[in-house]
């Protein structure tokens, strides 16, 4: 039986909708839920109660307002088990990828809690004596728009530093995650006794997506907004900020490569790569979708990949652990990359590899002979299929790994730390790690991706710039000296 929710979350209570909609298991496509579908004025409302709510919540004590963030992690671990459950119904991820998600957006809210008490500004010289002072002061409302594929930590990461600082916060989940993505964290903050309208959660239908999404960046009262998602939704959303001179921060989509050098260590090679490409279906703004390897190991590589690759259970993830590999979202995405396969063989690529599409399911794929005229090689593919690329330099490999729009991560495998670092520093990637895979996230560090992949950095102290403005104050004591004239 589908689960009701009593309304969605606005000034610290749950308000109905005249309207709902269904929420898939997209393992099976039953109904998992039905959730309260959102217009413009529910939107609008819950944007009001943020900033009702805003003078109390900036004024309030940064200690104390860390000590709701600690709560937030708290009930996060307590309710492990259930919010796991949810993740693999809702979403489809594995139960090690919801096991892993709690636990990272739980060090999400311990960081954020740090993070307030961390300095706020800096002192200044001043060659007329003055006490020069810059500080940062919370902006207002903050709108965060989080996507489905890793709900509960890229939810958290939008808000929780947010919320920090000292802004309130209007939630719009995605309408394929609406309860792990949204009305999970209106229970978590209910439950931790947050004041009333610091956070609203808004969700909404794929017919109303526009109106909500619309009043979420375009109204007045909303100074800032947080985005995770793909590259031309982000690229609207920044151009309507843009147009209303609102800061945002926006988590795009990438084209990530893992480059594997003839000096790397076979085993921590091919974990990576498969790791990389397969972990949540290859449903990761880093996933690897360009492996590039090397000439000399390439057959080796291959091989061994394939076998690891080859061990990956396909199912639904509700019914058996050993599931690693769930199905992809929706029927829309499932045929998305269905056409980036078939693209890809018509034009002459092999399939070491898969290439099985079952509904929603995709096995595990792995390309070889893959050419730039391809989709797979071009486009996010946002599901497990990887082309094995080969190349004979590194200065070939760089080339391959930024010939995209996109330039979120990247990793590189190699025994040798200072190749490493030359091949990092040279990649058009907001983040790179060596000998680990792209795929790779810690809530104090610095996340985000350059030209196509987005603007602004979530995390740490990064995220606390973000959603701050930052202002100059001096403090004179008779050193300035205005001309005689006035």
């Given amino acids: 039986m589908a689960r009701t929710f009593d309304g969605m979350y606005v000034g610290g209570s749950w308000a109905a909708t005249t309207r709902t909609f269904s929420d898939y298991n997209p393992s099976d496509g039953s109904v998992w839920a039905e959730v309260p579908d959102a217009g413009r004025l529910e939107a609008r409302a819950a944007i009001d109660a943020a900033q009702a709510a805003f003078h109390d919540w900036s004024e309030t004590p940064f200690n104390h307002r860390a000590e709701y963030m600690l709560k937030a992690a708290e009930i996060l671990e307590r309710r492990r088990a259930d919010i796991v459950a949810a993740i693999q119904a809702e979403g489809g991820g594995w139960f090690g990828k919801g096991m892993f998600e709690v636990g990272l957006a739980k060090d999400v809210f311990l960081s954020a809690a740090a993070a307030g008490y961390a300095p706020i500004g800096d002192v200044m010289p001043s ?265 004979r330099s590194d200065e070939e490999a760089v080339a391959i790994a930024n010939d995209s729009m996109y330039g979120l991560s990247s990793g590189v495998i190699t025994t040798d730390e200072r190749r490493g670092l030359a091949i990092a520093e040279q990649l058009e990637t907001g983040m790179c790690h060596i000998n680990c895979s792209p795929v790779n996230d810690e809530p104090h560090a610095p996340f985000g991706g350059t030209k196509s992949s987005g603007v602004g950095r979530h995390g740490g102290m990064w995220a606390m710039e973000t959603f701050t403005e930052t202002r100059w104050i001096t403090l004179d004591r008779g050193g300035r000296h205005y001309p005689p004239v006035f």
């Fill in 127 to 391: 060659e007329h004596n003055k006490i020069s002072l810059a500080v940062r002061r919370p902006m207002g409302v903050v709108s965060v728009i989080s996507p489905w594929n890793v709900p509960l930590v890229l939810t958290s990461r939008g808000m929780a530093f947010a919320m920090t600082a000292g802004n309130t916060i209007v939630l719009k989940p995605s309408e394929e995650t609406p309860y792990c993505g949204g009305l999970l964290f209106a229970e978590i903050f209910e439950e931790a006794g947050l004041p009333s309208g610091v956070l609203n959660v808004v969700t909404c239908s794929r017919e109303t997506v526009g109106e909500v999404g619309d009043e979420l960046i375009e109204n007045p009262l909303v100074k800032g907004i947080s985005f995770t998602g793909s590259t031309p939704v982000g690229r609207q959303i920044a151009a309507k900020a843009g147009a209303h001179l609102k800061k945002c921060c926006v988590e795009l989509g990438g084209k990530d490569a893992l480059i594997v050098c003839d000096d790397a260590d076979m085993e921590r090679a091919t974990s990576a790569a498969s790791f990389g490409s397969f972990m949540h279906q290859g449903q990761i703004c880093m996933s690897v979708e360009k492996l590039l390897v090397q000439e000399g190991i390439y057959d080796e590589f291959l091989r061994r990949f394939v076998e690891r690759a080859a061990k990956l259970k396909v199912g639904d993830t509700t019914k058996d652990q050993a599931h690693v590999i769930g199905p992809l979202i929706n029927d829309r995405q499932a045929r998305k990359v269905k056409a980036q396969i078939d693209d890809a063989v018509a034009k002459g690529a092999h399939l070491a590899l898969g290439g099985g599409v079952e509904g929603r399911f995709v096995h595990p794929t792995i390309l070889t002979n893959v050419t730039p005229d391809m989709a797979v090689y071009r486009d996010e593919t946002f599901g497990p299929v990887v082309p094995v690329i080969p190349f």
